[in-house]
């Protein structure tokens, strides 16, 4: 047996004794988890049992509702020790399975000997001999694993920073408790595990990174420095990644404090939630919560407008004719995203401070009880001073207050005893009950009916009045729509000079779609987000103060609009945000969208970090993709070997087709797991859909659609964003699909989701941005 061997003995013999210990705990904690489950469903069971339950009178009521909640808290308390044990346990099993990745031996200065370190997805502790048996990776001394080569290493610990040596750095593979590969490394953390993990075929589901960590990454998962953090970086080098061992470090570092529904996540669609929602589980955590811009905006807008989807709007930029109402749509797509719309919205919050708030009347059963002219008088009638949130609400107690008033006076109306006749008996029997509850039933029966009648109109009012009170409070009162609306109507800016703002030369034509599109009920997704800044700075910002770290993936496609406006949303959380320039596809991305974050949180408070290295393709994919990028020298391939991307050219429909099914069929007989055929549009993928179905297995991804299965499916360009795929095939890689400059970081996007294998199909002429990257960086084949 040579050196090695006896060493991989060595390495394995500790595995075995580690898989042991977990598992005497594993068996330990079963039996504990089995008594607390037990104790659960006990509790569950009798919980009325151990209550005693009295209403005789207040003191009795009191009791119980004492018992009930003694008893609720320990069913509760029981259960949160129940969830911390079976967490433990889900730990243990993984670890039993796979204990550790990695080993450093580090000598302090102040020792004389090394210590062993080995680092897992959890911490092991040995009680009885004191000592970890595996190291978290998030521990501070597992930093020196991510951040340092042999020699010389430090690390910073609660206690300052600790200065040594590293003497050994050592990386397994470690399945079903035996070591399937085992390497010393130097420099980096090793190529040869790295290209094992990256050779493997593309998953529905990301997987966590954490044994192989670079050490530009750790950078971005550890940072806690700034209040920004903003990374930006070539696609595939790993931000989503980092983004999400970043969550799974925070909620380790900041335990005590931190919890996963404290953190937002920010992404694309919903396809990629699904995507990216295994990680953190993977690493033993909950999930952060995820949503996308989309679905806040919905979730404030209600039903108030159709609105249009993001994705709808994308479909229309990218089927747009470049006729004059196209380039209107354009034109209102970018203004309304940028800064200069917001300040004119300020501008015109400020007028409104001062004259023309529009608000609609109070109308009960078709009467206008307060009319829209009393509220506006009510409205200018507080100080200026007072901010117009809060003098809505003081319009609001006013309104409440005058219909009470009112309320009143109706109880006279004919049509309330028309609703008294037709109350069912139920009603008047739970009215008697409450005159005789109230001992207001004498002897005196003539008495006893005035009193009943008014009693019985009392409630009819109230329960009519009662959703109109509703609305009050919620504020429907104000206007919102006809403000809006008052933005775009005129030939300029009723309201103000125009020259005071920078407007867009087709501003009278944008002012024209938006009022006709406003007028028809609908929203153009374009206009929501601005709608809801109007809405919140005249309602008051329902800001989120519980939220500490807010994440926002794929960075590039938000406008500076909606950056302020999540700045605004979110207080008092730190921000990581993580996009690649080169990647922006949608019309409104400006190319200085993080500069306005930057500027707003100054050079102090931000962390600014650029990634290079691009993992998820082949070195052949990128060298190819990377070309058609003006910044070619910012991507760097990591060197993992492939075949050249393949340019596959044809006049006949009907042969471009017969070879993308042949090419599916080839891959899918090599067993190749994720193939997408990817077009431009969602209107390109039904016929793509069309022109394959009856040849080749394959699903049609839609912009509903919430997640992806492995085998072939056929997916619009924008619903890829920031996923991967074993195979791309682009279905169409023509000049009249890619050939304007903005679709090239389009058209970059979409050949960058493949990892191992990349086609391009072209029906008519090449795209200008294949013919103008080196022929002998892809293979010409027909
Ligand atoms: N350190 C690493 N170890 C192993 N795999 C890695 C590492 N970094 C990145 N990868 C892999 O590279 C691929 C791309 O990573 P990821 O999706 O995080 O990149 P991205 O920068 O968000 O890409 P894009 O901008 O294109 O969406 C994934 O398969 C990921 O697992």
Redesign the pocket.
Known sequence: MNQWETEWKREQERVNTVVDQVKKKMNVLEAHLGGKKEDVVEIRKNFWEDVTVNFDDAHEAAETAASIKQQAELLSELERSHKNAEDQRKSLVKLSDSPYFGRIDFKENKDAKADRIYLGVASFYDEKADEFLVYDWRAPISSLYYDHSLGRAEYEAPEGIVSGEMQLKRQYIIRNAEIKSMFDTGVTIGDEL?QE??SRQ?NPQ??S?VA???KE?NQIIRNTKGTLLIVQ??????????ALQRVAYLLYRYRETLTANQIVLFSPNNVFNSYVSNVLPELGEENMLQTTFQQYVYHHLGDSYDLEDPLEQMEAVLTGDGQPSHKVRLDSIRFKASLDFMNLIEGYISHLHKEDMLFKSVVFRGRVLITADQIKEKFYSYPSAVSIPDRMKLVSEWLVSEVRKLEKTERKEPWVEEKIQLLDKEVYVRLYQKLRKKKQYTEDSFNDFEREQRLLSAYVVSKAFKPLKKRIKALTFINLKAMYMRLFTGEGLSWEREDSYLLPDSWKEISRLTARTLGNGELLYEDATPYLYLKERLEGFQTNTAVRHVFI??AQDYSPFQFAFIQRLFPRSKMTV?G?LN?SIYVHSTGDAFQMLYDHYGKDHTERIV?MRS??STRPIVEFTREMLHEKDSIIPFNRDGEKPVLKQFEKKGDHARALADTIRNLQDRQVKTIAVICKTAKECEEAYESLKDQVDIELMKKDSSSFKQGALIIPSYLA??I?FDAVLVFDASNSQYSKESERRLFY?VC??A?HELYLFSYGEVSAFITEVPEDTFIREN
Do not use: F, N, P, W
């Open positions: 790295l993990v990256l593309a990301m997987k990174i192989t960590i670079q990454q970086g070539a696609a595939g080098c790993g931000k989503t990644s980092a993936d794929e993580l690649d990647q990634l993992y998820r964003k920031g991967e996007t960058t989701r990892m």
